[in-house]
């Protein structure tokens, strides 16, 4: 990955502009990527300056549609999971949820970083350098969505089709509610709390659960296979002679790619809704 001007979509000193310009101020990347199972799958990562924020998704390939968006301003990431039903145990639907968490700074380059990302051979595959393992989430409240934009106005319109299944976590609301202009009162209304919380009772793991419509505590997992994580410096200026400044200088030369995984464990209202948890 290099970060060098591209004037239109032609070569540049050898370089292929493969950031496609959609419209003023959004930008595509399209990208291979290997996973752990030797699968390649083409990721998607769409950045708006505009907005601030930026996209990546991919399928994987069990047909599940992934969905990684950041809201940079309001420190917000939402990850939204379609997931095909099985029809041979009655689930003639697909099933859509979003997981909206605080985003951690310096976890993903910015969004003017990513508006100058290129790379020399869009078919190459590519492999994370970096494995940050896995995070896990308790989720602790159901989101409503037409309450939503205090945490992030890109909420509503990701998460349409997960109106009964968007979720949050008391513990992220404390720490936007540190953020100027934020109030605890506003984000909490936000939010609906799972039964489990109000009553002091979680009911079981949906996979400790027989009755296919009794309420249980699903988990989800969602591994992002690549994506930049940070920038490289080199030493020096490029095409500069070290000797001349020192070699105490340095110049952004590259990006640092990695892998990373989200485990979410949130409340269903019955193990219909999670049965791939078993």
Not at 20 to 42: A, K
Not at 97 to 104: A, D, G, I, L, S
Not at 226 to 238: A, E, R, S, T, V
């Amino acid at each position: 990955m290099y970060f060098k001007s591209c004037i239109s979509r032609k070569i540049v000193i050898g370089f292929i502009c493969l950031l496609v310009q959609i419209s003023h101020g959004i930008t595509q990347l399209v990208i291979n990527v290997q996973n752990q199972g030797g699968e390649v799958v083409q990721e998607t990562i769409t950045s708006s300056v505009g907005d601030d924020t930026c996209t990546l998704e991919f399928q994987r390939s069990d047909g599940t549609l992934i969905t990684k968006l950041i809201d940079f301003k309001s420190e917000v990431q939402v990850l939204k999971a379609l997931v095909l039903g099985e029809e041979e145990r009655g689930q003639s639907q697909y099933q859509v949820m979003c997981f909206v968490t605080k985003f951690q700074k310096g976890d993903f380059i910015t969004v003017d970083a990513m508006a100058k990302l290129r790379q020399k051979n869009p078919s190459t595959i590519r492999t994370p350098e970096e494995d940050k393992g896995k995070e896990n989430y308790t989720m602790t409240g159901w989101v409503v969505l037409d309450r939503a934009a205090p945490i992030s106005r890109h909420i509503a319109p990701l998460c349409s089709e997960a109106p009964d299944s968007t979720y949050a976590r008391d513990v992220d609301l404390k720490a936007w509610a540190e953020l100027p202009g934020s109030s605890i009162s506003i984000l909490e209304s936000a939010v609906k709390p799972f039964p489990s919380v109000t009553t002091g009772s979680p009911p079981s793991r949906c996979s400790e659960v027989s009755a296919i419509w009794a309420p249980c505590i699903c988990t989800l997992e969602m591994c992002i296979g690549w994506y930049p994580c940070g920038l490289k410096y080199c030493k020096g200026k490029p095409d500069s002679n070290p000797l001349l400044n020192g070699g105490g200088s340095s110049y952004r030369c590259g990006i640092k790619t990695c892998r990373k995984c989200h485990q979410y464990s949130y409340y269903v209202r019955e193990k219909q809704q999670c049965l791939w948890d078993e």
